[in-house]
């Protein structure tokens, strides 16, 4: 099944940057859902929310499994998150530094 696709800047109406810093192992979760409200996203935006409903989930997984790019995916976000209906997991007592400095590295050595 081929599902169509509109333009990242229809998603995002040509914003590029968020209120807030979101790091892509930033958490994000669906505080209440909703269904009429999911009904009236675009497809895009309906797939991140409905991934976001099942468990608290990393901008970066959200990017991965919605098939958006990184940007688009923290803008709609961003988004979401300004009208209430996504909340974003600020805990910083939960970053493990090793790990993304790992992360990077690693990264670093792909390049």
Not at 29 to 48: I, K, Q
Request: charged share 25%.
């Amino acid at each position: 099944m081929t599902y169509w696709k509109v333009r990242p800047y229809v998603l995002t109406t040509g914003r590029t940057r968020t209120r807030a810093p979101l790091l892509v192992h930033t958490l994000v979760s669906v505080p209440y859902y909703d269904s009429v409200f999911a009904s009236g996203l675009l497809p895009e935006a309906r797939t991140l929310y409905e991934h976001a409903r099942r468990a608290a989930r990393s901008v970066a997984e959200l990017a991965a499994v919605c098939g958006m790019s990184l940007g688009v995916t923290r803008v709609v976000v961003d988004d979401l998150a300004a009208i209430d209906r996504l909340l974003i997991h600020t805990d910083q007592h939960n970053v493990d530094f090793r790990l993304l400095q790992r992360l990077r590295d690693g990264l670093r050595e792909l390049a």
